[in-house]
């Protein structure tokens, strides 16, 4: 990927090698499932937050349960992430203002790094989520 200013970095997304605040957004397409436990999801929440410049978002979608992604994963890791939880477990990151989007076959968040002021402004005039469901996710077990 040489002169396209595109550099490809190998490394462990709970622990990366970048300061505070580096990036305006950060991307996780199916990457959750990938990841072996929830506490290390929750790492991954958490270094994503970090690395997020204030104002800056993260931006992620990732598969639900189904009897086709558990023949696809067999012996693979698969540690699928509950959407009805997620909200809860961005804030436990430190973000605000979740938005996701449950569909058939998989769920979308969007979360963005508010600014200290932002946050505040945000609760002096009361807001504390925003949770959308798009429509109703359905099982095709």
Do not use: C, W
């Amino acid at each position: 990927m040489a002169g396209n200013g595109v550099r490809i970095v190998r490394g462990d997304g709970t622990a990366m090698p970048y300061p505070d605040g580096a990036f305006s957004t950060v991307v996780l397409f199916t990457v959750l499932l990938h990841v072996s436990s929830p506490a290390l999801q929750n790492r991954l929440f958490s270094e994503a937050y970090r690395v997020l410049k204030p104002g800056g978002v993260l931006a992620g979608v990732d598969t639900m349960q189904s009897r086709l992604m558990r023949m696809i994963h067999i012996g693979d890791t698969m540690v699928l992430v509950d959407p009805g939880r997620l909200v809860a477990r961005l804030e436990s990151a430190g973000f605000r203002e979740i938005t996701t989007e449950i569909g058939s076959g998989r769920f979308r968040f969007r979360p963005p790094k508010q600014s200290t002021e932002q946050n505040s402004l945000l609760r002096q005039r009361g807001f504390r989520r925003k949770l959308i469901y798009i429509e109703a996710a359905k099982d095709r077990s």
